[in-house]
């Protein structure tokens, strides 16, 4: 069996095949978007065939493999765009933050700022997949003047542009009366807005999500494989994915998900519209010297060829940008980071694929900022989007129970306590493993990390000289950690992370801990 | 880097790779191994669609169908439109022809059925835009600048407050980005240091020139000036960019008729060598008529006689890294291999022009097809 997983930026395959009655990873490959599947798979099976002819005989991966294997597919396509017309500046940045975690691209513009030439405008746009009409109760004579304004304008709209599916979200509902059917014949919809439900927003975004075409749903498979992966591991699980055209957070613990999953256009690696803000997110945790322009001009080459220059300088910049989208994701889902810390975090998604497995644990570590211990994995062949799309349940959790100790590379385990007074001692920590015992001084404000190899279990005992939060509060902690790629990281910055103001100590701070886990990155 | 120091490079990298040039000759009998996973671009696009964007209270000139020539009027854009009062919803013209958003409002003396007198208008002229009250709004405005076709074609698409759609003659050539008014001239190239700057004179006016030299916004804003109709270069920084548009918003501002101005930028913002059969090509339509469209962002052509040959099969080119702007040929893919900052990506072995053999990350390359 083949799984594609065909991203905007990258295109990975991989060989997943039968030994001794289960089911493992046997081989990956992964390209720049663009590929031919075919083509792909062709490689990949002569790679493979190369590698192990005996096993590939066995497992008829001959030249005619590719017609006759079956295929798990997960296609990211761009995300659709949502025209936000509103009658203030506050019903459309509401709107636009629910539709965004929704997984739509938004566009807004309001009557109280912008006027009805420019709503429309916005509404005619071409590449616009439905129009989302918002307008909160009127309570003045103004307001309801606004919202007949606007119930006027969105009819105008609906009447010579067909196309886009029309939404009323919120007071709009009533005053709409009525707006013409779309091209497909489908009425406009209602909406409730953004401030209906507990929490707030939760309706509508739910609303949203239902909204979105169907040929969009790459990312939106991965919260299923999620779920069975929590329910296989009987492991709390948090999913990030960051992709060039989005972003996605999911929290499932063994009975399903923990909180709605949050995709996330915005963060994508570089959002198409670049605007200061984004640069500015890059330049904070850039550790290359460049100034703003120059960073613009970098970021955009990045999106035009997103893995172009995946080495070098370019390496670092796109960690950069990987993190900087990773904290809009943060940033967005304040409901998700309020949980408690899962066990297992893993990290998915083109961005992190040309980095090496430490250098993407300290890039979570210093933007999930979350106090508590857990593992973090690396789903390395991007297999979760393709065993997501799976339409049986039982047959999708089956296979990532086979597959789970492939699937996932190990990084190592971050510990973040909270609450560590500042000092030239916090307490001590003793690893004990099957290589023995490590012992550390607990220095606050810095990154201690401690060999442990991918599948070495070990105790991690931490005593601290004052109470410290870890999930719980205490002094004297005992917990055990896995090992992986990057180790054991004891993370003893501050929570959040506080880092220079100037440009020139931050970026030498930021080199100095990512050089400690980056092997040749001076290359 | 100087070229020597750029083959010094390579040749390391071929020995360290422990590959020698008879190893890769034997394996690079055919193209089968690897090649399609380089990434690809179009280098002709051999039906064009061009999209010229409109705004509510534009008026479009043409109709779905209609053949246009260069120079045909496709739509008055207004330059700052606004809201304006248009005719009653009800009333003898709204009984004849029933008026719906999006249609073209001439403008006084049709609302009461009458003829046209001379006074000032009861209603301006404008699209529009939905009822409010017993009345129409209207986008409407008073200056107007006239967005030409730039090549000949048939209009495939004519809608009110969003873009006409035309179906290009000829063919084209993708850009990464472009910005300003569709346009169209004749094509001459400047090469060298000086680049633009060193090149610009009155006898440049009407002409669309691909620099393959240094550019920058001050040296295009005066090209602009001087009538030179557009300006294709490798690559267009970001602030050059800004300065561009900033300078003509500035002339849209000053009420002044604008003339029809592009910037093509063939490779991204950064500066690198144009790929050759992209210059090949460009070398073999100079002198002739060229436009230059910004949504996609192309350079359409007729295409010149005799036609330059395609890139051979095995072509490639290297994107990104220290061998950036180099060209050669396609040798066998390299497996994952190690590159700076200790980075593991998929690798390909290529014979560079000058023979040298190199392995660069598969990623970085690209080919035309």
Known sequence: MFALDLGAATASAAIIGEIDGRRRLLASISVPAGVDADDLLVHLVSRFSAADPVLAADLGAGSDAVERWSRLVARSDPPPVLAVLASTVRERDALERIAGLAGWRTRGASLEADGPIELTRLALERGVRAIAVAAGEATSREEQAALVELAALTRGIAERNPGPQVLLVGALAAEAGSIPAGAAGDDPLFAPGPEAGEPAGLPLRRFLERLVPASSAGRRATPAAAVDLAAVLDRRVEVIDIGLDGGLRAVAGPEGLEGPAAFLPAAGLVPPELDDGVVDGVLAWSTVPLDRHRMHDRLRELRLAPWVEAHGEGALLRLSAARAALERLVRATPDLGALPAPDLVVVAGGAWAAAPGPAIALAVADVVRRPGASQLAFDHARLLGPIGSLGDAVGRRALLGELADDLLAPLGTVIIPQGLRAGRSAGRLVVRGPAGETELDLVPGGLQLVDLPPGQLATADLRFRDQVGLGTRGRHLSIEVGGGLGGLLVDLRDVPLRLPERAEPRRALLGAWQAAFWAGVAE | MSARAVTRTAAKAARAEALTRAELEASAGSLAQGYALVPSRTLIVPDPVAWFALRPGDRILVAPGDPVTPGLGLAERQRDPRVEDGPPLAGATAAEHPLRPGDWWPGDGHESGGPLRRRRPRTPAGELLQPAGARWRIASGDHVDVLEAPAAGVVSEATPGRAIAVALAGRGLPAAFGVGTPTRGRLERISGEAGLRGALGVGRAGSVLVVDGRVDSESIIRARAMGVRGVVVSGLAGKDLRDLVASEGRQRASLQPLAAFAVLALEG?????????????????????????????????????????????????????????????????????????GTHLEAAAIALEDGQVAVVPLADLERFT
């Open chain 2, 269 to 341: 913002t950064l500066r690198r060598p144009i790929p050759g059969p992209v210059a090949a090509l460009l070398a073999a339509l100079e002198g002739s008529e060229v436009a230059l469209v910004v949504d996609p962002p192309m350079l359409v052509f007729d295409p010149p006689t005799p036609e330059p040959q395609r890139p051979p099969p095995g072509w490639v080119r290297v994107r990104a890294g220290e061998l950036t702007g180099r060209e050669g040929r396609w040798l066998r893919a390299a497996g994952v291999r190690r590159f700076a900052a």
